[in-house]
């Protein structure tokens, strides 16, 4: 088959679209012919080296955390999934032709596959941050980041449980807030105010999906600094704020379940920008440029 894959560090031009070897579902995974596989930001921070400690490179490395695709194998222990299922979820090396998942959702006929693909990752993260700040009917969050890939699902999410959300974006972003339900405010100086104009005083809980807030900042707009999940200010836990990387926290399974549900009744919806597989270092540039409106997402 063939897949996205490096073998040096460096920027979008070192990815190639070329062979590799088969995957194969292990116990309790399953395998999928790729309809569609999405672009997150920890891909770039594997190809750009930033996750390798000053380490030099070894070996060939792949990408891809989320797909979409048609069940063709099924490992030991599965049940409630068969061979030809249309599914959705999280794996690994999922920028490729095949690919392995550990945790899927039946894909609602009604979705397409780019869209279902970009749930992957974004579904989980944003399920966990509202789960780990108990979001409730009636809160009022802030979501730093709203119009990102996790950004949007977590507002989107939110409004699902019945809470009211303020998120932040750049000045060409705030339509697109409007648009998915948020009251929307422009980050940067000045931001803790409009949130706090836009709330009528202070949150319920905060959602930081990209940690250049200062964390004091966040955290004096909170009930207390443990109300402040984040998922990209790992430095935040010294504040008293809650760090989440996955792991322990998360309950992928249940998430992509309910990230089904709430794709086939439109209560999520996500923004694509889809581009072949032999183009993928052109959707990297614009995912490192940082300023994202809903997610990139690759097809064969
Ligand atoms: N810990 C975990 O479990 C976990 C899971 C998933 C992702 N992550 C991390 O979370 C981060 C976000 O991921 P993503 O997929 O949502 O990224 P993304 O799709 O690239 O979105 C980035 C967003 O950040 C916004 N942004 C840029 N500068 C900002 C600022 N100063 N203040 C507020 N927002 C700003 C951009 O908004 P504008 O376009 O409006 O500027 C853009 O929408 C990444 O660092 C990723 O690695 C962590």
Known sequence: MRALKFRQ????EVLEWADAPDPHAGPGQIRIAVRAASVNPIDWKAYTGALSGGQPMAGTGYL???????????????????????????????????????????????????????????????????????????????????????????????????ARVIASSGEANLDYLREIGATPVRYGEGMV??????????????????????????????PDPSRVVTIANFAAGQAGARVTGGGADSQPMQAMALVADL???????????TFPFGRAADAYRISQGGHLRGKLVLVP
């Open 64 to 162: 891809g955390s989320d797909a979409a695709g048609v069940v063709d194998e099924v490992g030991e222990g599965v049940t409630g999934v068969s061979v030809g299922d249309d599914v959705f979820g999280r794996g690994q090396n999922t920028q490729a032709e095949y690919a392995v998942l550990d945790s899927w959702a039946a894909k609602p006929s009604s979705v397409d596959w780019a869209v279902a693909a970009a749930a992957g990752v974004a579904g989980e993260t944003g399920e966990r941050g509202l789960r780990l700040l108990d979001v409730k009917s009636g809160d009022t969050i802030f979501v730093d980041g709203g119009a990102g890939g996790v950004g949007a699902v977590a507002v989107q999410m939110a409004i699902a449980r019945g």
């Open 9 to 12: 560090y460096g920027g979008p």
């Open 263 to 273: 794709l086939a009744q439109n209560k999520v919806v996500i923004k694509v920008q």
């Open 193 to 222: 105010e409009r949130v706090r104009a836009a709330a009528g005083g202070g949150v319920d809980g905060v959602f930081d999906t990209v940690g250049k807030a200062p964390v004091d900042d966040l955290i004096s707009l909170a």
